[in-house]
């Protein structure tokens, strides 16, 4: 029996680094050798038992490697052929995937569909914290990396950029906009970058850590808010003349951030909400305009798929945009357990790590 290493999911508070076989290939999938993966904040919810998996499940969903074994019925690949897959791995023939909501791929059941059910990747299958992990349905999610570009430059293709960037796009950003973003993480970062190549002229940046404040303005952000100097929705509004933004983008999963990214919509605009939320939300009658507002609030998954993947590092390559510096810390996967107990605790201003089998 040929053994891996891998971050495995023992119970909350507990993910260890333990050994593993090595999965088999069936005739759609492909087995690949990580070369570079990270932690992404989802991780951390299930860490603390926030979010629910089952024991013994291999974690991560942001896989950057090269391709050690195909299935039989894979084409137009090759074995050792460097490659991403999305956090989202849609099978490409479900009703979901035909419909173009990728994002949502996964069985039915007698009661209806399970939301999220494209994410596959240390949720419901093995994911790629680890030294091999399974792709399935290869053929539908592998995307080749262009040689000129880096395991770094592409890592936050899989889940960070295209969640970032969808926080954009379903707000449906437009030229001229001002946008808010709330919470400066990684995916309120991406969400800064993919809002200034939608056009929006205006981008406002919330948060407290200097780091990430200073980061935004990198990415796009025209102005940055701490919002423990002050009150956010008040200097937003200053800003704005009193006219509130047209689009907020929600990037933490607080209710605190989620009324306050209600707060600051003009009539008629679009909270977009990418945060993870580990509790129930209230929506304040005020600032929901006791429903006559004509707001919009929409929520989003990362977009996944191979040509997800094609376009995001088309983004990369065409230097529209250099995420490189947001992997602050590097690790190797045998000291996995520490670049949890970094990254949970936000230490040492990390905003992504590597870790590298």
């Known amino acids: 029996m040929s053994l891996m290493k891998a971050a495995i999911f023992v119970e909350p508070g507990r993910i260890v680094l333990d050994d593993k076989r090595i999965p088999e290939v069936g005739p759609t999938d492909a087995l690949m050798k990580i070369t570079t993966t ?29 391709i050690e074994k195909l299935g039989s019925g894979v084409t137009g690949y090759a074995e050792g052929q460097r490659v991403i897959a999305g956090a989202i791995t849609p099978s490409g023939h479900s009703y979901a995937s035909l419909c173009g909501c990728h994002s949502q791929d996964g069985p039915g059941t007698a009661s209806g569909f399970k939301a999220a059910g ?37 890592l936050m293709c899989p889940d960070i950029m295209s969640t970032g960037f969808a926080g954009a796009e379903k707000g449906k950003v437009r030229i001229g906009d001002i946008v808010a973003v709330f919470a400066l993480g990684p995916i309120g970062l991406c969400a800064v970058a993919g809002a200034s190549l939608m056009g929006a002229t205006t981008i406002i940046g919330v948060d407290t850590v200097p780091t990430r404040l200073e980061a935004a303005r ?69 600032a929901f305009s006791a429903g006559l507002g004509d707001n919009s609030i929409v929520t989003s998954l990362c977009p996944g798929g191979k040509d997800r993947m094609r376009r995001l590092m088309e983004v990369i390559a065409s230097n529209r945009v250099d995420l490189s510096s947001m992997v602050t810390h590097s690790f190797s996967l045998d000291r996995i357990e520490d670049a949890y107990e970094l990254f949970a605790n936000q230490r040492d201003g990390v905003l992504k790590v590597a870790i590298k089998p």
């Open 38 to 66: 990270t932690i992404c904040g989802t991780d951390v919810h299930i860490l603390k038992g926030e979010y629910p998996v089952a024991k013994g499940l291999t974690i991560g969903h942001e896989p950057v490697g090269i």
């Open 118 to 154: 494209g994410w596959r990747f240390g949720n419901t299958i093995d994911g790629c914290q680890a030294e091999y992990v399974l792709v399935p349905d290869a053929m539908a999610n592998l995307s080749p990396v262009p040689a000129n570009l880096t395991d770094e430059q592409v």
């Open 218 to 286: 990198k990415l796009g952000a025209d102005r940055v808010i701490d919002f423990a100097a002050g009150d956010p929705v008040a200097e937003i509004m200053r800003l704005t003349g009193g006219r509130g933004v047209d689009v907020a983008i929600e990037a933490l999963g607080t209710q605190a951030t989620f009324a306050s990214a209600l707060r600051v919509l003009r009539p008629g605009g679009t909270l977009s909400s990418l945060g993870v939320y580990s509790g129930d939300l209230t929506i304040p009658a005020d």
